[in-house]
């Protein structure tokens, strides 16, 4: 009763040492580090106002006194990392510039009915280790985008004023930087500037000179985070400062049970010394322990399985054994089987290149090029070839996408005949993007020829 009087401060005092550690809990922004992407808000929203213009740090305006008119845009966007988020955004206005370079037209208004695009946004830093949130994140953004625009242009002799008679359309690459203010935990101040390669010069309203048009946005505005308040948004949050105030919890709690166990070694010395051990019994005891523990030590057959795990005892020296201690049991099997190709499978092959054809910008497949697809997918089950297809693309658009759009092409043809029975263990789908032209990419035409998935047989 007494030992027991004595160690109940002890334990009081652990405890409350305990408590103290903890009691000092994070804040709302703080988010236990390396968890799951739901404690976050990733989803946002944002709208902008600033400036479109024909002018941009890079040469190649038809017009040489650009002008400055009201642009404005919004955007929802996917945070997916702390330093990278996937963005859907708009922008319109009107681009106008006068003088042109030519000397026919004296100015040109374009209005801009739609620009939509999907970017990523890199953001370059987020971190500070004195604070738990950032408040400034610059970033860097590059995406793809298409346009509709309506050019109104005059021309310098007569002071007529034209407009086109229909929208043009044309893609677009945007590229930016930006930095945004964290002004609450759920609103951001943006502040960027974006210059968008149009693929095409006729902004404008008409061609003139060797490179295409391009235009700029500088805006203003503000992002907001869309989610439970409770959350702290991904882009903003400061992994680091979560890290070391999970460091300072677990240093306090260490501390705190390191003085509770040097607290309880204290009293159990004080307790010892006032009690009477039995050094022979507990040497008796050790020792009987050790001869316990020898048993499990024990391989007799020297197969590497100990004897009380094995199965199977008294195996003969230098047959392999699974887990268990018994034999394992192999099979040889070198059987062949010649497979021959034959011109007529040459020919079903052939026609289903030449019929295959994709949706635009997509890895769809037209409908007509199925009766010359089944035949290939009834030649692979009859015969049991092999098939490797291999996607390309022209040398339009990054090489990045292009991989990626030959890849899922090439993967939607094995889709197809795997669903008509062919194996897929035989088929491999590989992209090379805009890799070994078999045709000039300078022309339309070329260009439609290295559009294409290659089939081999063997």
Known sequence: ??????KAPLLFTGVMLA??????????????????????RTWSIGVSGGILSPYTMF??????????????????????LPSFGLQLGYTGGTIAANNSLSGLWSSYSTKLNYAVDLTGEFTVANISWMHKQSMIQP????????????????????????????????????????????????????????VNFVDGDNLDGYDYGTTNDKFSYGHIGLEFALG???????????????????????????????????????????????????????????NQTNANLAKFMIDSDG?????????????????????????LVTTNTNTTEKVYITEQDRAIVKEAIRN???????????????????RVAQLLVEKGFNLKLAGYTDNVGSQD?????????????????VGKGASAAKITAEGYGKEHPIASNKTASGRQINRRVEFTLF
């Open 356 to 374: 295959l054809e994709f949706d635009f910008n997509k890895a769809t497949i037209r409908p007509h090029s199925f009766p010359s697809l089944d």
């Open 303 to 327: 197969d590497g399985v100990l004897d009380f795990l094995d199965k199977c005892p008294n195996t003969p020296a230098g047959v392999k054994v699974d887990g268990s201690g018994c034999p």
């Open 401 to 417: 996408y292009n991989l990626g759009l030959s890849k899922a092409r090439a993967e939607s043809v094995k889709d197809y005949l």
């Open 1 to 6: 009763m007494k030992s027991i009087l004595k």
């Open 59 to 80: 040469k190649g305006n038809d017009f040489i006194n650009p002008g400055v008119q009201l642009g404005y845009g919004a955007y929802v966007k996917d945070q997916i």
């Open 139 to 194: 970033y860097l953004l590059a995406g793809f985008g298409l346009s509709g625009y309506t050019p109104t242009f005059t021309y310098a002799s007569t002071g007529v004023t034209t407009t086109v008679n229909h929208s043009i359309n044309n893609a677009y690459i945007p590229v930016g930087v930006g930095v945004k203010v964290n002004l609450t935990p759920a609103i951001n101040l943006d502040l960027g500037y974006t």
């Open 228 to 286: 439970p308040r409770s959350k702290p948004q991904l882009s903003t949050h400061n992994p680091v400062a979560s890290m070391r105030t999970e460091y300072l919890s677990a240093e306090q709690l260490l501390q705190a049970r390191e003085d509770a166990e040097r607290a309880r070694n204290e009293q159990l010395r004080r307790d010892l010394d006032a009690t009477r051990i039995d050094l022979t019994a507990i040497k008796n005891a050790l």
């Open 19 to 40: 408590g103290s550690a903890f009691a000092q809990a994070p804040d709302s922004n703080y988010v236990k580090p390396f968890s799951s992407i739901d404690a976050f």
